[in-house]
């Protein structure tokens, strides 16, 4: 199984610039998660899904979009990207609830200049 | 507010020698605890969970965690480090209020020295 898989892994933007971060699990898992990983900071959850058709916004929503059209993929939309959106952004799933543990993406490292 | 802190931004112990990480927690009723590695260039991996029960946890690549209601701790342990448990670890509880959200810490560095 390939579990919980990301794209791109790189990318740079220029400000203003638009792009659609990819994010799909093989698992059935109904909940996924996209967080941002910045140095000395921690992960911060963006959005999450609890199933198809559901999102809620997380700690850090402002400039991102999401859907989830289907149980398998989570895609993560930014809109006029900023430089304080660079950062490493993983994906995560689980099985149930958060007391199941997250599998991670191997994430998307991305630049905005 | 519901928290989890790792009060060392980085941890250097010898090859052999034991390691601990160290994690504290401040959340509403009983926690649900969690302890990821992340390996440069990649996405963080479970390491062990505490929900219930013993109080010391076993996990995988030899880690431990050890429960401390009282002292609302779950530090992480391993007898005898190695040169390729060097990492980022992260702390993790379950938020209380949303038991679909994990609350990380701000992550530890590991660095073991041969």
């Known amino acids: 199984n390939a579990g919980v898989t990301q794209t791109p892994k790189f990318r740079i933007l220029k400000i203003g610039q638009s792009m659609t971060l990819q994010c799909a699990q093989d698992?059935?898992?109904?909940?996924m998660y996209w967080y941002r990983q910045d140095p000395g900071m921690g992960l911060k959850l963006i959005y999450y899904?609890?199933?198809?058709?559901?999102?809620d916004k997380g700690e850090v929503p402002n400039g991102y979009n999401v859907s989830r059209s289907t149980t398998e993929d989570f895609p993560l939309r930014l809109e006029l990207a900023a430089p304080s959106q660079t950062s490493v952004y993983f994906c995560?799933?689980?099985?149930?609830?958060?007391?199941?543990?997250?599998?991670f993406g191997s994430g998307t490292r991305l630049t905005v200049v | 507010a519901q928290s989890v802190a790792q009060p060392e931004d980085q941890v250097n112990v010898a090859e052999g020698n034991p390691l601990t990480v160290k994690c504290t927690y401040s959340?509403?009723?009983?926690?649900?605890l969690f302890w990821y590695v992340q390996y440069p260039n990649r996405g963080l991996q479970f390491l062990l969970k505490?929900?219930?029960?013993?109080?010391l946890v076993k996990g995988s690549y030899g880690f431990e965690a050890e429960f401390n209601k009282s002292q609302t701790s779950f530090h992480l342990k391993k007898p005898s480090a190695l040169v390729s448990d060097s990492a980022l670890y992260f702390c993790?509880?379950?938020?209380?209020?949303?038991?679909?959200?994990?609350?990380f810490g701000t992550g530890t560095r590991l660095q073991v020295f041969p």
């Open positions: 995560a799933s689980s099985e149930k609830t958060a007391n199941y543990g997250y599998t």
């Open positions: 505490y929900i219930t029960g013993d109080n």
């Open positions: 698992m059935n898992h109904n909940y």
């Open positions: 899904s609890v199933g198809a058709g559901i999102t």
């Open positions: 993790a509880v379950r938020d209380p209020y949303n038991t679909d959200k994990l609350i």
């Open positions: 959340v509403s009723g009983n926690p649900y």
